[in-house]
């Protein structure tokens, strides 16, 4: 799952990467901040339309399916897709910002999900500095419009 966020989403791989935790503490999955396994619960054959809003603003999430289950598709809202998934289909996507959800599910579906959790940029931040780019932009546009604000006054 590493390999493949390192591939698709080199950024956020590196990111993950970058900064080392405290040393009583490791990333026990690989480039991942964590991962959780899907085993039950909550009726994990089915799940309501949401967003995982404490991931990373622009981290992914690899989910893993397996277990012995027919239908179960990850339903993508905001694009509009329905991905029919079978055991062992692997899908990465940014799920801070898509709603999504899956169907229901015959059979025993079980996942495994590896997420970038925004807990461990904070940590970052707090202890190396580490300025996140969607803080920079919103500076910047911050700026432009104090500034856009001056030279329409000036111009009065």
Known sequence: MSALLGGLAPGPFQEMQRYPLPKDKFLSCGAWAACVVNNGGNNPNETQVHRDVKESQYGYSCIVSCGDFQGGALVLHDLGYTLEMVPGDLVLFPDSLLHHSNEAAQGTRKSLVAFTQENVFDYW?????????????????????????????TKI
């Open 125 to 153: 931040h707090r202890e190396f500095g580490l300025v996140l780019k969607r803080k920079l932009a919103k500076e910047k546009r911050i700026q432009k419009e104090k500034a856009n604000k001056r030279k329409n006054k």
